[in-house]
């Protein structure tokens, strides 16, 4: 047992002098802390909220002109509004009037304007929007719901409403969400998950599936390389000898997983201290985030799937390091292997949105994807437990199997050199090999 405690030893040792992985590991801290504060930055070069002025030519004489005051009454109304309705004098020509907007645009002062044409059957003159910009959409979509809103608010009025019927009319319905199981046989009408719920159960499912895939491909990558780079330099003959390939196995797999775990650790503390930063904590309160409404059994859970996930994998990723003489040749050979890992990432990302497709069911039962799609499943729907215990179960097979078929894979390919073996000498070494 000294013996391989010794081995997870050497390789946090190895691990953690190593310039690259410190580098490494700084820089992501880096981007991070830069990533979460972005939108403090971009905060500090605004010099406040922007708001898109859209010129028109008022005229006293014309009857368009009162559609352009409509709308830069209703937008002066609206609080924190991103438009603003500006009269322009009419010249008394098209050209002239055409002529004095364009200059606006050139002088900054407006970033389109609103041309009125004839009056149309809809009870509005015909108008169009010019500007710089192709397909204006921002622009041109709030001016549209304005003018339903306005359109409305008339024909309301001229019914003979109140201003507190017309209050009334437009106050919006509000409908609560809660996310209920109908088969826990349960009848409390308080029972489920509320909308904050659902979202921190989301947030949290969204970062364990992106840390597992990070521990699988950083760390599994990690412990195909030390094993190849060993062999590769003949160290694996001097080890061979005072360490047990299995022990040597589990000790690697052992020693990355709590490289990568305290490389995570790192991140994790940088993501908390930034998100704690003052200008960042008030983004949580706006989007009432509350964390203290995690569902611990879905924690529990994600610690489960997480640590049976990083296992399955990192045997994987052992066996196929083994076998491997030269390192120019792991990436070929853990191809494989990485894009189960991806797949099983994919399926689970994209199908946030949709978490009882039927992709999503039969994934979680395919031991390479569940980890990852029971995970998903666990956080937002409500799967019987007769599902979860069978994906468990497989998933715990599964592993079982990988550890042996990886330990006689390992024991033979660790002393195989020169060109890659072929899978018949290596069935030929691990009948001779007992576990």
């Known amino acids: 047992m000294n013996s391989f405690w010794t081995v997870v030893g050497f390789t946090l040792k190895n691990k953690f002098r190593a310039k690259a992985f410190l580098i490494t590991t700084l820089i992501i801290a880096i981007i991070m802390t830069i990533g979460i504060n ?7 070069f605004n010099s406040g909220d922007k708001v898109s002025q859209i010129g028109y030519i008022h005229s006293k004489s014309a009857e368009d002109s009162a559609t352009g005051d409509q709308l830069k009454a209703y937008f002066e109304a609206q609080e924190k509004s991103d438009i603003k309705l500006v009269p322009y004098e009419d010249k008394g020509s098209v050209s002239e009037n055409e002529k004095q907007l364009k200059q606006a645009i050139a002088d900054k002062d407006i970033v389109g304007y609103l041309q009125f044409g004839k009056m149309s059957e809809n009870g509005f003159p015909e108008m169009t929007y010019k500007s710089e910009k192709l397909m204006a959409y921002e622009s041109t979509s709030p ?4 003018l339903q809103i306005i359109r409305q608010g008339t024909i309301l009025h001229d019914a003979g409403l109140t201003a507190e019927q017309l209050a009334l009319l437009n106050a919006p319905i509000e409908i609560a969400t809660m996310q209920i199981s ?7 009408v308080d029972d489920g ?11 949290l499912v969204y970062l364990i599936v992106v840390l597992l895939f990070m521990a699988i491909m950083i760390t599994g990558q990690l412990i195909a390389s030390e094993i190849t780079a060993e062999k590769s330099s003949r160290v694996m003959e001097l080890l061979i000898t005072s360490v047990s390939p299995l022990k040597q196995m589990f000790g690697k797999i052992v020693g990355m997983f709590l490289v990568g775990l305290i490389q995570v650790s ?3 503390l940088v993501l908390i201290i930034n998100v704690s930063l003052p200008h960042n904590n008030k983004l949580l309160e706006q989007f009432n985030i509350d964390l203290t ?3 611990p059994k879905l924690l529990i859970f994600a610690v489960l799937f997480y640590l049976t996930g990083y296992l399955l994998f990192a045997t994987l990723f052992a066996a196929v390091g083994s076998i491997v003489s030269r390192t120019e040749d792991l990436g070929q050979a853990v191809l494989p292997i990485t894009m189960l890992s991806l797949a099983g990432f994919y399926i689970s990302i994209f199908s946030i949105t949709s978490p009882d497709s039927m992709l999503v069911k ?3 039962f395919i031991p390479f994807f569940s980890p990852f799609v029971m995970l998903l499943r666990l956080g937002l729907t409500d799967p019987p437990v007769w599902e979860i215990c069978t994906s468990i179960g497989i998933l715990f097979v599964t592993i079982y199997v990988a550890v042996w078929i990886s330990a006689k894979i390992y024991r033979t390919g660790v002393l195989m050199y020169g060109k890659r073996p072929t899978f018949k000498e290596i069935r030929k070494a691990m009948k001779a090999y007992k576990i």
Request: proline residues 3%; negative net charge.
């Open 193 to 203: 998950k509320s909308l904050e719920q659902q979202a921190v159960n989301m947030g």
């Open 362 to 364: 039969v994934s979680s």
């Open 38 to 44: 972005l939108p403090y930055i971009f905060s500090q």
């Open 266 to 268: 790192v991140y994790v």
């Open 182 to 188: 109908a088969t826990d046989g349960t009848t409390n």
């Open 293 to 295: 409404k995690i569902d």
């Open 143 to 146: 001016i549209q719901s304005a």
